[in-house]
């Protein structure tokens, strides 16, 4: 984070005329219908809401409340049907009882009739088989998980930051008879058919001199941490190395330059919906997905080792317009995304080919900035990695840009 005090005026300096820049002491209050999903997860619907209090002498605000009850239908060979239900609360706290510490705080329950398992590897195969009497697919299985997550950012005089933290969550797997889940736990490839309870420590540091966190047009923003987690089934123990490099460049008044590399390396006895995941501050469903590589298919590889490239052009062409109350940001995006997944620290080409095997994917999109605090996104991308679809297409609608 920078260091010193700087007010969320500056935060859209370039390109903005001082008749666009917002009043620096404000509330920013958004409940709206919650409209998005993607080409996995289906069109998710809900609402949600978001409270922000900004304050001239707190950087980036004073505190940010966000919640989230959403549920997402999707039309497979099972017919129209909710596959997700997803409910969340976050709190951010950039100065939790003092100007030293900030925490970023989160609870959430998710449940998903369709969450995807293809195996272990880079060069795993989606063959057609039959699907279970229960479900659309015989790579899909049952999650559900209740999770609390807190980042404690402990600041410097400096940009650098010490970073710890603490992942409790409760796993409720479930596999369909007859899936590539259900056959990999069978055979012992893999483990995490019991309910367990998982608890994850951290610790890191973090380098961030971002000009704003919401929409940067300058700096950087490196992540390194090492995690710690212990579950109570199945002898689960492991840990894991991350390592998260973000770069932004503002190229012209309307455009910035933007990337991503991000590298996650695990060890031990792990469950199998652990080997889709990595980051050890944020825990996301990797390779594939918005998270990931867009365009390939949500945790369609899963690995010890995961890396993932992205880069982005983004543009804001028009200044800021009134929308009722709101000030409106228009922007657009084109992406290139890339990444690898390796099954462990072996040489498997049965599994993780004998070749590359890039993942690749690339699209582009538009994003809504209502004031400065909410953002939306809707991208289409475009990936080498059809695994088994009519079309090798996939759509986003998210709040918050990716990175």
Known sequence: MLSGVMTPSRAFADGDDAKDKLPPNRNEFLPVPDIGGNSDIGLELGVSASYVRFRETHYPYLFRLDAVAST???????????VQQYDMIHLDAPQFFSKKLRLDSRVD????????W??????????????PPDAASAYQYTAEHVRFSALLRIKTQSPFEVALFTHARYEFPAPYVGSKLSDDLASGIVIGR??????TVAAGFMVDTRDNEIFPRRGIFYQFGVAGTAGTEEHVRFGEVSGVMMHFASLAPWAVFASRVLGSFKFGTMPFYELQQGDVFNPQILLGGEAGVRGVRLGRYAGLVKVIQNTELRFVPIPRFNVLKWRLLVGAVVFFDAGRAWSDYGYHPDVDGRTLGLKYGGGTGLFFQWDEATLFLVEGAYSNDDSGRDLP???YFESLLHF
């Open 72 to 82: 997402s239908l999707k039309w497979d060979i099972r017919g129209l049907r909710s």
């Open 109 to 116: 329950f998710l449940r998903s009739v369709d969450a995807p």
């Open 118 to 131: 293809f195996g272990i590897g880079n060069a795993t195969l989606a063959v057609p088989r039959p699907a």
């Open 194 to 199: 019991e309910d367990a309870f998982l608890e």
């Open 393 to 395: 297409l996939s759509f």
